[in-house]
């Protein structure tokens, strides 16, 4: 699934810590960072301010329960 346009991310990696399972970015050099980490939720953050455009940036997630907390800010299949 794909990333919306994410206007405040302080309120979209709070959500991510509430998922039960993994909750991967996946880049478009195919690598997979796991956002529950501290360390990767910098790099992410970092990369939308870089770009200023998020739109299209995948996110997989181990647990499909996890949609139901994520759904606001992707964008649906």
Do not use: W
Request: glycine residues 6%.
């Amino acid at each position: 699934m794909r990333i919306k346009n994410i206007a405040e991310p302080t309120r979209f990696f709070s959500a991510v810590n509430q998922c039960k399972g993994r909750v991967e970015l996946l880049t478009s050099e195919g690598d997979r960072l796991n956002l529950k980490s501290a360390l990767c939720q910098y790099i992410a953050l970092t990369q939308m301010f870089q770009d200023k455009n998020i739109e299209g940036v995948e996110l997989g997630l181990s647990d499909p329960h996890d949609y139901a907390i994520l759904a606001e800010f992707v964008i649906p299949d």
